[in-house]
């Protein structure tokens, strides 16, 4: 398969892409070319491409076997070792990140594991907000927005559907666009903005200000978390638009153990107007900088 294009030129990123940059990739291009989105001529093929190589760069064994052999380790027929199997003894069926097998048999698949979704068409809904293309037929959908932090901390709303009040719990990790099975319906989150965070799969990015005096000393600061609000010290020598990563800070993962992470971007400011104390002690400041520099030549 020498004239297969690169996993990585597929999905856009380098060899050095964190797992969190493969899966953003994958996200934007799976959605660009999803069937049921584009119509393109293309389209089904682009999506094929784009799928197989996030299954392989998302997948770290896979990604250290195709980083040493290429593409001939994941061709059809390319051997009985892990990648080359039929998918296991009832047959198997794969989609970007979701693999699953199932079984026509008197027990309707059970004892399957689908990463906590009832069914394969399922997983596919909730990951990218569309519809299946396996060719399950459509349900009936019902749009419900909340805010942001209800998306990332979870949250229950009565809703009249289905011509009744009912309650519905909405999962911690939730985006916009997700969709959420509840009886025949299929319930499209969308998420409002918040002003004081940005979220980027699940990290959030946010921003604090200080004065230029904490920047230059040092000391700790108060601030806001998805996850509530805590004390960040700042180190003496921060510089402008430094990022600050706080572990395990930002968004629960959906249908999962964990969270992302924080990220606080510092942003310093510049007072406007100074009394003439601050100025002296400024001016005094420069001077002595400047002789220090000097002396070291």
């Known amino acids: 398969m020498a004239d297969a294009k690169d996993y990585y030129q597929t999905l856009g990123i380098t060899k050095n892409a964190t797992e969190a940059e493969i899966k953003k990739a994958y996200r934007k291009l799976a959605?660009?070319?999803?069937?049921?989105?584009?119509?393109?001529?293309?389209?089904?093929?682009?999506?094929?491409?784009?799928?197989k190589a996030y299954e392989v760069l998302s997948d770290p064994q896979k990604k250290q076997?195709?980083?040493?052999?290429?593409?001939?380790?994941?061709?059809?027929?390319?051997?009985?070792?892990?990648?080359?199997?039929?998918?296991?003894?009832?047959?198997?069926?794969?989609?970007g990140p979701f693999s699953y097998t199932y079984s026509t048999g008197g027990d309707g698949g059970a004892g399957f594991d689908f990463g906590g979704f009832n069914d394969p068409f399922e997983i596919f809904e909730q990951f990218f907000g569309g519809a299946s293309p396996f060719g399950r037929q459509?349900?009936?959908?019902?749009?419900?927005?909340?805010?942001?932090?209800?998306?990332?901390?979870?949250?229950?709303?009565?809703?009249?559907?289905?011509?009744k009040s009912q309650t519905i719990k909405i999962p911690a990790g939730v985006d916009e666009g997700?969709?959420?099975?509840?009886?025949?319906?299929?319930?499209?989150?969308?998420?409002?903005?918040?002003?004081?965070?940005?979220?980027?799969?699940?990290?959030?990015?946010g921003v604090k200000e200080i004065s230029f005096a904490l920047a230059a000393l040092g000391g700790e600061v108060n601030?806001?978390?998805v996850a509530g609000n805590l004390k960040?010290?700042?180190?003496?020598?921060?510089?402008?638009?430094?990022a600050i990563r706080l572990r395990g800070k930002g968004v629960p993962h959906l249908h999962g153990s964990g969270r992302g992470d924080h990220y606080v971007r510092i942003k310093v400011i510049v007072p406007r107007h100074l009394t003439g104390k601050q100025k002296e002690l400024l001016r005094e400041f420069m001077g002595e900088d400047s002789n220090k520099k000097s002396s070291w030549f």
Request: net charge neutral; no cysteine.
């Open 31 to 51: 959605l660009q070319y999803h069937p049921d989105r584009n119509k393109g001529k293309d389209t089904e093929g682009k999506f094929k491409e784009v799928t």
């Open 65 to 95: 076997t195709y980083d040493q052999f290429g593409h001939a380790a994941f061709e059809q027929g390319a051997g009985q070792g892990p990648f080359g199997g039929a998918g296991g003894p009832f047959g198997g069926a794969q989609s």
């Open 138 to 163: 459509r349900r009936q959908a019902y749009s419900l927005t909340i805010d942001f932090l209800e998306a990332v901390n979870g949250t229950t709303k009565k809703v009249n559907i289905g011509e």
């Open 178 to 205: 997700s969709r959420i099975r509840f009886g025949d319906y299929d319930v499209v989150v969308s998420v409002t903005a918040d002003k004081r965070f940005q979220r980027e799969g699940y990290d959030i990015v």
């Open 223 to 225: 601030i806001e978390t």
């Open 232 to 242: 960040l010290r700042i180190p003496s020598g921060t510089q402008p638009g430094t």
